[in-house]
Each structure stands twice: as C-alpha cells, then as structure tokens.
C-alpha cells in the first residue's frame, strides 16, 4: 500500500511559480512512475506530466510544456512539480499518482493510488 501526500498548493498572481510535493509512504517507491494530475471545478480530471520510476522518461501535456518541470527523489520518495509562468487556466485541484510500473502512462485510470489533491488558485 502506497500513501500519497501533496503539499505546496496556495494562490498566486498570473506569472508566478509554486512548487508542488507529493510524498510517498511505503518501500517501493522507487519502482514506480508517477503522475501529476489536474481537476478544475465542472471538467475531467486531466493529464499533466508524468515520469518513470528512474526518471529518465518524462511526459508533459502539451499545456504545460515548457512551464512545469517534474522531478523526483527517490531516496526522499518525494516527487516535485515546479510550475512557473502561471495563468489562470491552470487553477485546479491538482493530484498526484503512483502506477506500479516502471513507465508513466497519461491515462488516470493506469494508476494505482491516488493522493488527496493540493488547490492552486492563479489569478489574474
């Protein structure tokens, strides 16, 4: 069993950053990918990146390529999502996710556990 922590959520003007963490519970943290999700008020939850268990494979949405930045530590079984030049599209309840495979998939229902969800609120 997994447990997902985000934390790093708050409310910020149009071109700002915020970082975001998830933290991991568990011993095997290092084996899986994971994922950066968004859910705004009214739509779907929506893929934002994703990296695999190495972090050598990473997959943007094209929405924030160039913008975000995932990383992660695995010795610290946290994962990090550093987002800069943001606009109010990007308001949302963001999730992060662990699939317990080594490659990260844009599918939300490819992962396995979910964390509680962090707000970001961007204003303009």
């Known amino acids: 069993q997994v447990q997902l922590v985000e934390s790093g959520g708050g409310l910020v003007q149009a071109g700002g950053s915020l970082r975001l963490s998830c933290a991991a519970s568990?011993?095997?943290?290092?084996?899986?990918?994971m994922g950066w999700f968004r859910q705004a008020p009214g739509k779907e939850r929506e893929f934002v990146v994703g990296?695999?268990?190495?972090?050598?494979?990473?997959y943007y949405a094209d929405s924030v390529k160039g913008r975000f930045t995932i990383s992660r530590d695995n010795a610290k079984k946290t994962v990090y999502l550093q987002m800069n030049s943001l606009k109010p599209e990007d308001t949302a309840v963001y999730y992060c996710?662990?699939?317990?495979?080594?490659?990260?998939?844009?599918?939300?229902?490819?992962?396995?556990?979910w964390g509680q969800g962090t707000q970001v609120t961007v204003s303009s």
């Open positions: 990296i695999s268990s190495s972090g050598g494979m990473i």
């Open positions: 996710a662990a699939k317990t495979s080594s490659w990260p998939e844009r599918t939300a229902r490819r992962y396995d556990y």
């Open positions: 568990g011993r095997t943290f290092s084996t899986y990918a």
